[in-house]
Each structure stands twice: as structure tokens, then as C-alpha cells.
């Protein structure tokens, strides 16, 4: 159980530029239907990360999730449950809301300034899918009328640094300058959702580029790319901010992909890739989500100006580009599961 959960726990963020969804952690908690258990259950959450990891093709998808500050204290939930979830509210790791607060109203909130998906069995966002038994697990399926996850945008009030009066807050504490979530809006004015006070503008939020890397089209890793941020990307780099890919490759792969392959960086506003490989890098030039690419090759040592379109080709398996901007392709791999050591009599997946 406690391994299920720090498998969740890794899966969890409330920044916009991290996570891949929202949703309503009471509300998941209480979906007894998905797996016949009992009325509520911290596990659900589980299941909802994996079926948000196979509609993305992702293993590495992360949830931004929203409660009502009442489910700290909810006793159809074990002590241990209750103690996690206040866990994860202290860490910055979910949003509580004070007890009453429309929770939906704000997942819409953050929906709309994000263009994060709304995971919910209510309807009404342009982006909104309801979690429905299936086979060996649960599926994501649209509601009606929703279309497809918009291209982020970036609203205004989330290039700002805010904090809050209350020192300890797990949202706005002056120790998080990363990661903050979208404020809440009333009249214009940006206010912290866990306490309700007016925030305070620290200056400019630090640029930061959300990055992934995906394997035969399984999106393994994710990671952000800053101004004091630098990534190096490669079979197995040495550097605190290397991603390893070494680990998802194939023997063809491996022999063609140097240990420490690219470096990416932000140059002001600009993304740049530097190839320091013994291969070389293929960049796929693209003007759109649709346009055929264009293709630049980059030796050891040149740069180049990544668009926000642009793939990052270190291999023909191998894709490195904006997050929310890289190109469907079907996965060739099965994500990985959060619910892997789950004990089999904590929850019983349907076997439709």
C-alpha cells in the first residue's frame, strides 16, 4: 500500500507547466463503480494516473489534483489515507480548498487559464473527460461535445511570481518559486484558493520551457527547461540536470545515441539546442501542428533555435520537443502503472 502510494505521490503536481489534467481527488476517491470496492478509496487515484498514461501514451503523466479541504477528515477513508492526502497538501503536491469551496468551479478555473484537461464525470469544459470502468483497469472517455486538449496558452497572471500572507501555504510559501498553481480570480484579483487572502506580486515568474522525451512514442520523460536550467539529453549523461534515455532504448539506439548527446538551454526567450554527439542531431523543422517538417541536420558543436513546433530527433526512435507540442504517435510500448504493487484486496479492477 505504501509503495502504491509514493508511486501516486511521484505522479502529482498543481504546476500547470508539469501536470496533464485536473481533477476532483474527492470525487475520484468516491468512484466505487470503477472497481467494486469499497466507498471510498486513495487508490482510485492510482487508477485514474494510468488511464491518463495510456490516452496520453505518457509514463511519466502527472495529475494536478483539487479537494475539498473536508476529506482530510473524511472517516470512510483509512487514517492512513487521511494522513497521506495531508501530507501531500503540506508538500504542495495537491490544492485544498477551504471546507465548502466549489471544487468544480475551480477545476474549470484552472482549466481555462492552463488549458489543463478536466478529468470529471460532470461535464461542461471544452476539454473534459470522465473516468469509466474497462477492462484490467479504467479509461478516459470524452464527454460530449468536448474536443481536443488546445495547444497550452499562457495566460498573463501565470508569468507572475505570488505569495501569499500566510507563510506556511502550500501553494505560495516564499520558499516555492517553482511551480506555483494559477491563483484564483475574483474581480480581477488574483487570491490564494487554500486561504482566501489577496496575493502579492513578487515580480516576473522565471521562463521555463516543459520538455519531453519520447521512445518508440511513449513520452518517458518530462523535465523543464530555464534561463538557469540547462538540460543535456542522452544515453546516459553525467551532469545533475541530465535526462538518461539509455534505460528505454533498443541496441540500435544505443549504439547510435552518445551518452551525452544534446544540450538544450534558453537563451532569453529563445530554446537552443546544441549538439555535442558523435552522430549528429536531425532536427524536424514544422511551421504547424500539420505541416510536413523540414529537415536540418546539426554536427558536434552547432546550435540551433528550436521552434515551438520543432522535433528534436536523436534517433529514428527517439523525439525530443515541447511537451505540449510533440506529435501524436502511437506508443509501441504499454506505459508504466502506478498500481503495480497494489494489494489485490485493496481494489478489484473490472474485468469487463
Known amino acids: 500500500m505504501s509503495r502504491v502510494l509514493d508511486a501516486i505521490e511521484r505522479r502529482l503536481s498543481i504546476d500547470p507547466l508539469v501536470a496533464s489534467a485536473v481533477v476532483d481527488l474527492t470525487e475520484v476517491t468516491r ?3 470503477l472497481d467494486g470496492g469499497r466507498s471510498a478509496n486513495l487508490l482510485r487515484l492510482g487508477l485514474l494516473v494510468d488511464a491518463l498514461g495510456q490516452r496520453l501514451g505518457d509514463s511519466s503523466a502527472s495529475i494536478y489534483a483539487v479537494a475539498d479541504r473536508a476529506l482530510m477528515s473524511d472517516t470512510e477513508l483509512t487514517s492512513n489515507e487521511r494522513m497521506v492526502i495531508r501530507r501531500w497538501s503540506d508538500d504542495g503536491l495537491v ?16 482549466s481555462g487559464l492552463s488549458g489543463l484537461a478536466m478529468i470529471t464525470r460532470i461535464g461542461g469544459a471544452p476539454s473534459s473527460y470522465a473516468p469509466i470502468p474497462a477492462p484490467g483497469g479504467i479509461a478516459l472517455a470524452p464527454h460530449a461535445g468536448a474536443g481536443t486538449v488546445p495547444a497550452r496558452a499562457t495566460n498573463p497572471v501565470l508569468t507572475r511570481l505570488w505569495r501569499c500572507p500566510e507563510p506556511d ?5 516564499e520558499s516555492r518559486t517553482m511551480g506555483q498553481p494559477p491563483p484564483t480570480i475574483r474581480a480581477g484579483v488574483p487570491i490564494c484558493p487554500r486561504h482566501g487572502g489577496r496575493l502579492i506580486d513578487a515580480g516576473a515568474r522565471p521562463l521555463m520551457r516543459p520538455m519531453a522525451a519520447r521512445v518508440d512514442g511513449l513520452v518517458r520523460e ?20 541530465g535526462v538518461a534515455l ?4 533498443d ?18 526567450d529563445d530554446l537552443v539546442a546544441t549538439d555535442s554527439s558523435t552522430n549528429g542531431t536531425t532536427i524536424l523543422v514544422r511551421t504547424g501542428p500539420t505541416t510536413p517538417p523540414q529537415t536540418v541536420t546539426l554536427a558536434s558543436g552547432q546550435s540551433r533555435t528550436i521552434g515551438e513546433w520543432d522535433t528534436i530527433q536523436l534517433h529514428q526512435t527517439v523525439l525530443v520537443g515541447r511537451a ?23 481494489i478489484r479492477l473490472p474485468t469487463l
Open 246 to 249: 539509455g534505460p528505454y532504448l
Open 222 to 241: 518530462r523535465f523543464l527547461v530555464g534561463n538557469q536550467r540547462p538540460f543535456i539529453v542522452g544515453r546516459a549523461p553525467d551532469d545533475r540536470n
Open 169 to 173: 501555504c502550500g501553494s505560495f510559501a
Open 95 to 110: 490544492e485544498i480548498l477551504p471546507a465548502g469551496a466549489p471544487v468544480q468551479a475551480r477545476m474549470r478555473e484552472i
Open 251 to 268: 541496441e540500435a539506439a544505443v549504439r547510435w545515441i552518445s551518452r551525452s548527446h544534446i544540450r538544450l538551454e534558453l537563451r532569453g
Open 31 to 33: 468512484l466505487g463503480d
Open 324 to 346: 505540449d507540442r510533440l506529435p501524436d504517435r502511437p506508443p509501441s510500448a504499454t506505459p508504466d502503472s502506478v498500481m503495480a504493487d497494489a494489494p489485490t484486496m485493496a
